[in-house]
C-alpha cells in the first residue's frame, strides 16, 4: 500500500503545528499583558463567562486563523513583504482582540466615546503587541530570517525596531496615551477635598469587605449600624413613604475611592424595613440610590435580600402569598461614576 503520508506532507503538517503552538502561547501572553487588568471585571456579553474562558477562545481562533494564512504566506517568494504582512496582520488582529475585550468588560458598562475607547487600547496595548509581533514572527520565520546575504531582511528588522524606538521614546515624552484616564461621558467631578462633615459622620461607621449579603430585617436591623435620624436631611434623601423613621446608617462598601458608598435603613410605619445602597460624592451630594433590602411584618409574605460583590449586585424579591416562595433575581454593576446600572 501506498504511504499517504509523504515526507512533503509531514513537513508541512509540522509547520501549521508548530506555527499553531507558537500564535496560541504567544496570544495567550498578549492578551494577559495588555488586558489582564480587566481579568476581573464582569463580561457585559456573558456575565457568567470568565476572562480565561473569553481569552481561551480567543487564542484557539487566532492559533487555527494564523497557522493556515501563514502556511499560505509562506509562498509569497518576496521575503520582504512576506514579513511586512504577517507582522501587519498580527499585529492589527491583536489590536482588534484587546479593543473588543475592553469594550465588553469596561466600556460598555459606561458611555465612553468611540475616540477614548480606540485610544486607550492603543495605549496600553502598542507595546506588547509590537514587541510579541516582532518576537512572534522571528520565531515562526527564524530560518528565513537568518539566511546568509539577505540584506534585506536586516534592514526590515532594523526600520521596525527604529519605529519602536520612537514610538517609546515619544510615550515617555508626554506620558502620551498610557496615562490616558476614561471617564464616563457623563461624569461627576471628583474633588480631592473630603466634606469634614461626612468625614464626621461616617468614620465610626464599619467598612464591609466584600462578599457582602444583606437580609436587613426586623429582627436584627438595631443590631448594627448608627442611628441617625437627620439622615433625610443631611443627604436631601427622597424616599418611597412619607411616615419614615428610625434612620440608621449600616455600613460603608469600598466600591471606589471617587465615591462613598454606604447601606442605610429606615422604618416606614410599624411594619414595613427599607435597606438601601447610597452613593456619594465628596460633596455629600447623593449619586444613586439602590433598594437592597425589604421586609414586612403585615402579612409575612414579602422580603428583599441582596448579595453585593465587587462588580455586580444581585437582589432577590421574594413572594410568599401563593404558601411557596417565589423568587425574582435583578442583576446591577456599579459604574466609575458611582451610578447604578441593571444588566439582568
Known amino acids: 500500500m501506498t504511504n499517504l503520508i509523504t515526507p512533503k506532507l509531514l513537513k508541512t503538517f509540522k509547520r501549521i503545528l508548530s506555527v499553531a503552538i507558537i500564535i496560541f502561547l504567544s496570544t495567550f501572553l498578549q492578551i494577559y499583558w495588555a488586558m489582564g487588568t480587566l481579568s476581573d ?3 457585559s456579553g456573558c456575565l457568567d463567562c470568565s476572562f480565561f474562558f473569553d481569552a481561551f477562545i480567543i487564542f484557539l481562533i487566532t492559533s487555527v486563523f494564523f497557522s493556515f494564512l501563514f502556511l499560505i504566506f509562506h509562498l509569497i517568494k518576496n521575503n520582504y513583504l512576506k514579513i511586512v504582512i504577517e507582522f501587519v496582520l498580527l499585529f492589527s488582529l491583536w489590536l482588534f482582540w484587546d479593543y473588543t475585550i475592553y469594550v465588553d468588560r469596561e466600556s460598555s458598562w459606561s458611555t465612553y466615546l468611540f475616540s477614548d475607547e480606540l485610544n486607550y487600547t492603543i495605549s496600553v496595548s502598542f507595546l506588547p503587541n509590537f514587541l510579541l509581533s516582532l518576537i512572534t514572527i522571528f520565531i515562526i520565520d527564524f530560518k528565513l530570517l537568518l539566511k546568509n546575504n539577505n540584506p534585506e531582511m536586516k534592514d526590515l528588522f532594523k526600520l521596525i525596531i527604529l519605529v519602536f524606538v520612537l514610538q517609546s521614546c515619544q510615550n515617555k515624552k508626554d506620558n502620551g496615551l498610557k496615562e490616558i484616564v476614561l471617564e464616563d461621558s457623563i461624569s461627576i467631578k471628583v ?13 465610626d461607621v464599619p467598612t464591609k469587605n466584600f462578599p457582602i449579603i444583606d ?18 436631611k443631611l443627604f436631601k434623601l427622597e424616599t418611597k413613604k412619607e411616615d419614615v423613621e428610625h434612620f440608621r446608617i449600616n455600613y460603608k462598601i469600598p466600591f471606589s475611592k471617587n465615591f462613598t458608598s454606604i447601606a442605610i435603613t429606615y422604618q416606614s410605619g410599624d411594619h414595613e424595613l427599607f435597606s438601601s445602597l447610597i452613593t456619594l460624592d465628596n460633596e455629600n451630594k447623593i449619586i444613586d ?31 410568599w402569598m401563593s404558601g411557596e416562595p417565589i423568587t425574582e433575581i435583578e442583576t446591577y454593576i456599579v459604574k466609575s461614576n458611582g451610578k447604578f446600572k441593571k444588566v439582568k
Do not use: C, R
Not at 474633588?191 to 468614620?203: E, G, H, I, Q, R
Not at 409574605?301 to 432577590?316: D, G, L
Open 41 to 43: 471585571k464582569i463580561s
Open 191 to 203: 474633588k480631592t477635598k473630603t466634606s469634614k462633615f461626612k468625614t464626621n459622620l461616617l468614620k
Open 215 to 232: 437580609s436587613t430585617n426586623f429582627d436584627d436591623f438595631e443590631k448594627g449600624g448608627k442611628p441617625h435620624n437627620d439622615v433625610l
Open 289 to 319: 440610590i439602590l433598594e437592597i433590602a425589604y421586609d414586612e411584618i403585615t402579612e409575612s409574605a414579602f422580603q428583599k435580600t441582596s448579595e453585593i460583590n465587587k462588580y455586580k449586585i444581585m437582589v432577590t424579591e421574594w413572594n
